[in-house]
């Protein structure tokens, strides 16, 4: 299992340091999320500064960009950084695809489906300079040796896409190389859901579930003190939140036995009640949602929950503080190397 930095990308002035010290502190990867920046840019400075580091976007919204210019941008990033990029896509969700990004939403499971197929067809045309891909949502089949990137010497990118519900974790199987759980996602869903619908859809393309990463981001609320929690524990309240107020997530809120979390968010959200949308999170919902834990615990309850699902665990909160992100990478070191194992499991 590796272990993986979730970072909003940086002013690109800051990225280089970013990702040095996240290899210094021993983390097997960097993920770039997207929201007023873009991921693509910091993945870039990066891959220069720490080499060998491992990148994605985690992730980054397909349907502004067309299939080709996503395709051109991966297949850049990958060989600048020696074959360790992998390229996350999520659909975002209709109000900002279409109001901010002024860009065609329907359909978007189908879309995102034939999005992946697209990207995948031009990777293979900067190697053979064909390029015919002819989907539901996207017709290309014209290039250039002009304005084709070209053969690299690395493998194409990995594609991994965002998935929640069925459909979408069952296509993840189906054409994508990974799938990016959601943050919400904790272990009972990942059984009840993430796991055997990846399964279904490889099997569909012929492939065994292992070729599939499940990608899963973490929560965590660390410290050998509530005092030292505590601010931790406030933030993970407030994501959470944030998250939670989203409708079609509600189901796995009631699955995890917290009927109508969603609801009570969305009420305190329509009346722009910030701190009464956190309220809504009780240490309940932290205790199963979260990971909260000593420092000397964190391993054993990361391989405890994660362990034999998630082929990579994202850190979702270790940024921050100097030396909480050293110790958070040394538990990255122990984890990724196989050197921790699980007492009293």
Sequence with gaps: MHIDVMALPQPLANAGDLARNTQSAGFSGLLFTEAGRTAYLN???ASQAAPGLELSTGVAVAFPRSPFVTAATAWELQEASGGKFRLGLGTQVRTHVVRRYGATFDHPGPRLRDYVLAVKACFAAFRTGKLDHHGDFYDLDFITPQWSAGPIDAPDPKVDVAAVNPWMLRMAG???????VHPLGEPGYLARHVVPKVAEG???????PSEIAVIVPAMTIVGDSDEERHKEREFVRASLSFYGSTPNYAFIWDEAGFDGTTARIREKQKASDFAGMAAQITDEHLAHFATESTWDELADKLIGKYGGVATR??????LGDPQRFERYGEIAQQISAGTHTVQDR
């Design 202 to 208: 490889a099997e569909k393309s012929g492939r065994s």
């Design 174 to 180: 189906e054409v994508a190389d990974g799938v990016h």
């Design 313 to 318: 665990l994202v850190l979702y909160n270790a």
């Design 43 to 45: 993945a870039a400075i």
